[in-house]
């Protein structure tokens, strides 16, 4: 059973910090992994998406990394900003004929002014 | 612009009774996910459907039915409401024909249901 993790469950760190994200998964048998952001109450917006055939993304200061065979990836925020501050999530979907996808518990980012 | 809605942000209903969850997406889309989010187990996924008519059943669809009889509207159904149905409830919908979906998934604002 394909079990998500991501570590730490929280994070606090100064604006203008680099930053990285780890999401472990345990079946590496994914069809792609996707990095949601959600601000406190609402629904969740999706930040990149990688397929299982590529080793990374990115999309402005936000880079998410893919590896397979160790069951990671990492989501690296440069240059922190305070409107960064939220819960990331990352979820897998499996290959196969279903379109499930598997979702981490999330960190918790705060970055402070 | 991608829009997936739900049908009302806050609800408060007595247990026993019955409740609707409406989710509307435009953006055309054949797959539709209703997911739960409870604090400490993360998202759940509860059914899901690929097409009009079509339902499959995620990893929690006890206390659950839901609805699709058009493709932009997908409904979720607590036929009689418990406590513990208490939670958020997130609706989902992505492209893709079949039960596959290439693509991302985009969620609506989310539904926080309270059952007193």
């Known amino acids: 059973k394909q079990e998500v993790t991501q570590i730490p469950a929280a994070l606090s760190v100064p604006e203008g910090e680099n930053l990285v994200l780890n999401c472990s998964f345990t079946?590496?048998?994914?069809?792609?992994l996707q990095w949601f952001r959600q601000d406190p109450g609402k629904g969740l917006t999706s930040l990149l998406l990688i397929q299982s055939s590529q080793r990374e993304q990115t999309s402005g200061r936000l880079n998410a990394s893919l590896d397979k065979s160790s069951g990671r990836s990492t989501l690296y925020i440069a240059a922190s900003q305070p409107g960064d501050s939220a819960t990331y999530l990352c979820?897998?979907?499996?290959?196969?004929?279903?379109?499930?996808?598997?979702f981490g518990t999330g960190t918790l980012l705060a970055v402070q002014p | 612009d991608v829009k997936v809605t739900q049908s009302s942000r806050y609800l408060v209903k007595r247990t026993g009774e019955k409740v609707f969850l409406e989710c509307v997406q435009d953006?055309?889309?054949?797959?539709m996910f209703w997911y739960r989010q409870d604090p400490g187990l993360g998202l759940r996924l509860i059914y899901f459907s690929y097409d009009v008519k079509m339902k499959e059943k995620g990893d929690i669809p006890e206390g659950y039915s839901v609805s699709r009889e058009k493709k932009e509207r997908f409904s979720l159904i607590l036929e009689s409401a418990s406590t513990n149905q208490t939670s958020m409830y997130l609706c989902?919908?992505?492209?893709?024909?079949?039960?596959?979906?290439?693509?991302?998934?985009?969620f609506g604002p989310g539904t926080r249901l309270l059952v007193l």
């Open positions: 953006m055309d889309h054949e797959n």
């Open positions: 989902a919908s992505s492209s893709g024909a079949g039960t596959g979906g290439q693509g991302t998934q985009y």
């Open positions: 979820a897998v979907r499996h290959g196969g004929a279903t379109n499930k996808l598997i």
């Open positions: 079946d590496s048998a994914i069809y792609n």
